[in-house]
């Protein structure tokens, strides 16, 4: 599967726990994105890395969310002190940024549910 | 937040109908691109339009782009059942950021 990947494909955990998803980009893409999807909602944008640096956050990105991509290859997203405002869809997406205009691809997704 | 917003936010239709949906939006964009999102799954890519294509067809796909009323159109014709999803419309801005800015989806429904 040449796709995006994302581990795990589900997590609940209880309030106030740390949680860490991982994703892993198509192969040659060079950027990386996290979002994040609530029930009937579109997906809002958390961060994106160019390779291994960090270009953007949202203001959604609070302390208590951190991601790394170390390398340029895979990236973890970690929730630290979880609360139950964070269950949501985690989603993951790459793309080829040397062009402007190409497509960004999703993976399946991780979804949150704190309790 | 959110750049645009779909229309209509949900849509039920007869299986064989065409579907069309509409995204607006509000900067400027290099493309627009639209997706499938099938209950609690992933985001599928359909199509991406560039700035300066007016239309552009994937099989039943059909997309339009008006720049200058900055919006954009989605039109599935023969609907099937295996349609049933929300759409999503994301634009990626010309100003200085590289993400991509989701709207806020159509629910389709296709009865069979």
């Known amino acids: 599967d040449t796709g995006v990947s994302q581990d795990p494909r589900h997590k609940i955990t209880k309030r106030g726990q740390n949680v860490t998803f991982r994703c892993d980009p198509i192969?040659?893409?060079?950027?990386l994105y996290w979002y994040r999807q609530t029930l009937g909602q579109g997906p809002e944008f958390l961060t994106y890395?160019?390779?291994?640096?960090?270009?953007?956050k949202s203001r959604l990105l609070s302390d208590r969310f951190s991601a790394e991509r170390p390398k340029g290859s895979f990236s973890t997203l970690e929730i630290q002190r979880t609360e139950q405002g964070d269950s949501a869809m985690y989603l993951c997406?790459?793309?080829?940024?040397?062009?402007?205009?190409?497509?960004?691809?999703f993976g399946q997704g991780t979804r949150l549910t704190v309790v | 937040s959110q750049q645009g917003e779909e229309d209509p936010q949900a849509l039920s239709i007869q299986e064989g109908e065409n579907a069309t949906m509409n995204c607006s939006y509000k900067?400027?964009?290099?493309?627009l691109q639209w997706y499938r999102q099938n209950s609690g799954r992933g985001l599928v890519h359909l199509i991406l339009?560039?700035?300066?294509?007016r239309e552009k067809h994937s099989g039943r796909l059909r997309v339009t782009l008006d720049t200058s009323k900055k919006s954009s159109s989605l039109l599935i014709t023969a609907s099937r059942a295996a349609d049933t999803a929300s759409y999503f419309c994301?634009?990626?801005?010309?100003?200085?950021?590289?993400?991509?800015?989701f709207g806020t989806g159509t629910r389709l429904k296709v009865l069979a």
């Open positions: 339009i560039r700035s300066n294509e």
């Open positions: 192969s040659e893409h060079n950027r």
């Open positions: 890395f160019q390779n291994e640096a960090q270009l953007e």
């Open positions: 997406a790459s793309t080829l940024g040397t062009r402007v205009n190409t497509e960004a691809f």
């Open positions: 900067t400027s964009i290099n493309n």
């Open positions: 994301a634009t990626a801005p010309t100003s200085g950021t590289y993400k991509y800015i």
